[in-house]
């Protein structure tokens, strides 16, 4: 949309409490409409402000924002902290030359780098505040190291299943960085850390469905464990399960787990109205009694929300997402 053009239609979409894509596939499309994927926006705004609000900046605080887009974020952290304590790192060239330029017409001059976030900017650190506005798997272990102790990192973090959650972490003196989810969040992902997932066709190629699976029958709806929170508390315990879904007609559908090592997978039936669901599982795992066994133990806690939740990591994929309580892990279900 162009101001010019539509200046009340532009005003409204800029004060909307919505985010706003400005890039699709890495700039790659450029038509009119939508490309594939979303790739760079000003997040909504109400997810900026809870953001800025966890990250709970002081005077004098240097702050490391991973994700310049649009510029807006940096803008607030500029006005609030000055221009000399704001670095921002945006791995799009073109996305950060507009940024910087749209920021100098404002009056704001933070330090705007072209580069991979995903290793932080050692030049400018220690830092006081990290905030991520991609998200992660996995918190780089060379954010903590850049961080001071006492520092808090604000970072989306979800697993590869889907559900995500603003994390709010503390970096402590041997570099352990933990702390509680704020709430629920849907970012895309930094560019080196994106869903590569295997192609679905390979796990039964050359067969057909039901290719000699396992059947069953399930009292669980696959409709009752599609939230995003019950995703999140799946994705946790089963680390490398994904799924997809097949739409059938009249609302029904099947329901497709794999494994992202390519071993197994497994199909519940959604068929609206009834009280029992068909399955059908193939490989060494049995992926949906692991997402039942999964379900279980989130629906036994008390279906607890992402606030709930929260996370210790040293950087990396090593990490521990617990319930409550540091000493309470969650559950991870790896058996094969
Ligand atoms: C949701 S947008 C950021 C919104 C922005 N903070 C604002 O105020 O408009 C996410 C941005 O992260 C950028 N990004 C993705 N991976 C990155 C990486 N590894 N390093 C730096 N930026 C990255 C994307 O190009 C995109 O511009």
Redesign the pocket.
Known sequence: MVRSESPDLWWKAVYADAPITT?WDDGEYTGAGKGRMP?????MPTM?FSMLSALDVEAGNRVL??????????ALLCRRLGDQNVVT????AA?AQEARSRLLAADFDPEVVV????VGYGLRSPYDRIIA??SVGAIPSQWIGQAHPGAVIVAPWGPVYGGEAVARLVVDEDGVAQGQFIGSSA??R???QRKHLPPTGQFLAPKKWPAGAAKSKTALSPDDVGDWICMFAIGVQVPDLFCRVDWGEDGSYRLWLFDTGVTSWATADYVKGRAEFEVAQAGPRNLWEQLEGAYGWWHQQGRPGFERFGLTTRGGPFREVWLDDPNNPVPVRKDR
């Open positions: 890039q790739t760079s926006s000003s997040s900026v924002e991973i994700g310049t887009g649009t510029g807006w974020n940096a790192v945006e791995i799009d996305v580069g991979d976030g995903s506005t991609a970012f895309m930094l560019r080196q």
